[in-house]
């Protein structure tokens, strides 16, 4: 369970860096909100990590699966029922600092935790309280998990936890998947975004 949980976490980054291309051309991350979440995101990702080997590993499956259906549930009722979100703030606008270094910090711990990225964590978190348009969240947690997936799969390989011929093999596929993903991601409207988001997560 430990190697199935943490095996992603070194994969996220050549997966972040090729869906990134395609939103730094069209000019969506959020450089100022990114870098005051990862002031915290990235020594708490180490932390997270840490503690996984204090815990169950069937504890740490089952916290994973609870909390992918949680936030997929909450993103399919976003997308299919609430509004966009109105009047979001321009791109590297005004940045809520102590917010920033709190939810950089549950995302980094989380991450390293549960090994999951920071798209899962951050996006729901850019979105509704930082206001940004769901491309921009998208964006904006691909630059953060860039960064996060250095300590987590730094410390996990520490722990023993990486299969990295799965990690290799995972990572070709995923180079040009997330690419193209992120290309289709610009064409579409943030709404349909949420909802595909919701159900690809609970999936």
């Known amino acids: 369970p430990l190697i199935a949980l ?10 972040a860096i090729s869906g990134g291309v395609a939103y730094v051309r069209d000019r969506k991350v959020d450089y100022k909100l990114a870098g005051w979440m990862l002031l915290a995101a990235v020594p708490m990702t180490w932390i997270g990590a840490t503690v996984t080997a204090y815990l169950s590993p069937v504890f740490l499956m089952v916290l994973t699966g609870i909390f992918l259906i949680f936030v997929g549930i909450s993103f399919i ?28 910090a549950m995302g980094g711990f989380l991450a390293g935790l549960l090994a999951i990225g920071g798209g899962i964590i951050y996006v729901p978190v850019i ?14 947690s691909l630059a953060v998990v860039t960064v996060v997936a250095i300590p987590g799969s730094i410390r996990h390989q520490m722990l023993g936890h990486i299969d990295w011929t799965i990690a290799g093999l995972l990572s070709i596929a995923v180079i040009p998947a997330s690419f193209l993903g ?21 999936v």
């Open 77 to 104: 009722i976003r997308g299919f029922i609430l509004k966009p979100v109105e009047h979001p703030v321009p791109l590297n606008g005004l940045v809520d600092k102590p917010k920033a270094l709190l939810f950089g």
């Open 182 to 202: 992120a290309k289709l991601a610009l064409k579409l409207r943030n709404q349909t975004l949420e909802r595909i988001f919701g159900i690809c997560t609970i």
């Open 6 to 15: 943490a095996t992603p976490m070194p994969v996220m980054l050549p997966s």
């Open 127 to 140: 979105v509704r309280l930082f206001r940004r348009p769901m491309k921009v969240a998208l964006a904006t």
